[in-house]
């Protein structure tokens, strides 16, 4: 966990974190399903709490080709990657899934 979205008492002790690269973390967790696909199938579940069309790169940035690349890599090699997009309202929620 990253941010604390309540107060917390003065017994509980809290290291300092370092700055989270979820691109990095994305990367690494990937590639790692992928090295087990020798005996296994890997599906990647990947959330959203709102309407996310899918993995495009619209705005580029540092990274962005990096990424594109490596994710066409795990595909090519079988991983499969499975999105799922929730809505959330106070009178419910709906899920929309969509296979890339």
Known sequence: MIKYEATLSEH???????????????????????GILVSNQVILLVCFIYDNHG???????????????EVQ?????GIEIWQVNFSISKDGGKINLSIW
């Not at 690269?21 to 790692?32: L, M």
């Open 12 to 34: 509980i002790k809290t290291k300092k974190v370092g700055k989270f690269n979820s691109t990095e973390r994305f990367i690494k967790h990937i590639n790692e399903l992928a």
């Open 73 to 77: 890599k795990c595909i090519s090699n």
């Open 55 to 69: 993995f495009n790169v619209e705005v580029r940035s540092t990274g962005s080709d990096f990424v594109e690349s």
